[in-house]
Structures are given as structure tokens and as C-alpha cells.
């Protein structure tokens, strides 16, 4: 089978739980043939907060090889720092360019 | 022309209206030239069931080609069985999967 | 690089400012290497309009080449008519279509 690559985008901080499911469905449906990688921005960066509901489940999907990513921009605008997020994360300069350039490296594009 | 393909994923049962008309628009502009398919997850389903408002939609796409599919996960967390969908929605292991699926086939995406 | 081609989906008038950053977002990024094109259907064709409140920015955007699309079958329903919106915006017969032949030319579609 063909690699799997998907990106899973998060807008709002509401959705996190749903991202995490979608995760872990794809994780379930293509074991080790998948690559996945949650882009958040916006909001949506808040339900990486360490402190946040999700702060556990990242750290625990990063380690099987999910990647999460947060963007500059809406991090920054939000008062945040790197240093409020799981260290796993990558923050990116923005999300929209890291969608972009995954899409051109063929990841489906995933917006729960 | 080429043939077009497009996934409509449906994620919000207040989305189900908003997703039919995009269906109905793509039908209109590529008649026999597009499959079209509507993938449905989390409360999203529920647009679908055949006591919801679109019921009798869902059987008339279907029988001019549209594909409908929901995700198992989904339907099972919610407490729905098989029978509560028209029998033309196919019930696939998860959304995601689906859709990650038909996007590394060439579809496009759309998310209303 | 390879040029950048990105659609961004304007669904809603809320997220009209939320498009927007991502334009800017992605011309910052990018710059002359990407072709953004945002695409409003719905209730987010009124994000668009001249009277609304991006529509100096819609201006200026298009002057550095983002392309702005609103569907027509929108636009009717809400009885809206071309000359609502600033002349820089195309009108196209629907918005799904115009996404679905943008992402089959290689469009990286995002949805805020």
C-alpha cells in the first residue's frame, strides 16, 4: 500500500477532542502506513496548552509518530510562547503555509 | 473533460442543507462528468438518518450516482444502527479513513 | 521553488477576518511565488461585500494578485447582485465548482 499522509487542520479549541479522535482513526484504520500531522491556528492552538485538555494525549501520539504543529502568528497574538506548549510541538512560521506545503507534498487535508 | 471527482464531508447535522445544495450545485455544472461523494462523521450522521430532514434527498442523489457514507465510529458512539440510515449509505470503518481514501484518489475536498 | 496555489473557503461571515489574516499570512510567506484565491459561498459572500467590513482590504488584496471568487447561486438566494460587491470579485456559477476545478489545477484548499 501507498503511504498515507494526512493533515488534520485545528481552527478552534472546541475541536480539539474531535482532532484527537481523527488521530487515532487514522492511526487504528492505517497502523504504521500513515503519517499524520495536526496543523493548528487560530484558536485552535489553545487545546495544545500543556495545561490544556490535550496537554497528555499529544505528548502520548507524538511518541508513535503523530505530528502537531502550531502557527507563529496565532500564537503570539494570543500571548502564548513556546514554553506553553508540549515541547513535541513544532511551531511553525504560519499554519496556512504549513498546509500549503504539505498538501503539495500529497497529505490529505482533513477539517473537522 | 476530465472527470471530476468531489467529497462533500458533512460534520455538523446543521451542515446537512448546506451540503445537499452543494451537491445539487455540482451535479448542475458537471452533469454526467462528476462523482460525487458525502462522507459524514461525528454529529453529522445525523443529516443523514431516514427519519432526518434529508431522507428522501439521500435516496433520490443517490439514485442518480451520489455516494453517501458514514463513519462507523461515529454512528456506534451516537447509538444508531445500520437500519437507521437509508440502505444506499454505505457505513465505512471511519470518516477519516474515507476520506483520506478518495483524496489520495484524486477527489477533491470540500468542507462546508 | 514550485509556485504555491492556495484556496481559501469563505463559508461563513464570521470568518471573514480569519480569511483574510490568511491571505496576508500566505503572501508574507510566499510572496510573489504564491497564487491565493479566496472562494465565498454561502454566508460568506456578505464578508465580501462592498459595504462589509473587508471591503478596502479586498481591494488592495486583489491589487497585489489575490483572486476573490463569489458563487452566483448564493449571491441570488441572499439577493445580493454583482454591483454589491467591489468589481475586483468574480462571480462564478458556484462556489463547489470553482473549488473543485482549482484543486484538480493543484490548489491547496484551506478552510478557516
Avoid: W
Avoid at 51 to 74: D, K, N, Y
Avoid at 86 to 108: D, H, L, Q, T, W
Amino acid at each position: 500500500m501507498k503511504r498515507v499522509q494526512a493533515l488534520v487542520h485545528l481552527t478552534e479549541v472546541g475541536k480539539g477532542e474531535a482532532v484527537m479522535r481523527n488521530v487515532e482513526h487514522l492511526l487504528e484504520e492505517f497502523g504504521n502506513e500513515v503519517t499524520a500531522e495536526v496543523v493548528a491556528n487560530g484558536d485552535g492552538v489553545k487545546a495544545l496548552l500543556i495545561t490544556g485538555p490535550h496537554g497528555e494525549q499529544v505528548r502520548a501520539l507524538a511518541e508513535v509518530g503523530v505530528r502537531f504543529a502550531i502557527c507563529a502568528h496565532s500564537t503570539r497574538a494570543q500571548g502564548f510562547t513556546r514554553e506553553d506548549f508540549p515541547r513535541v510541538v513544532a511551531v511553525v512560521p504560519s499554519g496556512v503555509g504549513e498546509i500549503v506545503r504539505r498538501e503539495n507534498e500529497g497529505f490529505a487535508y482533513i477539517r473537522p
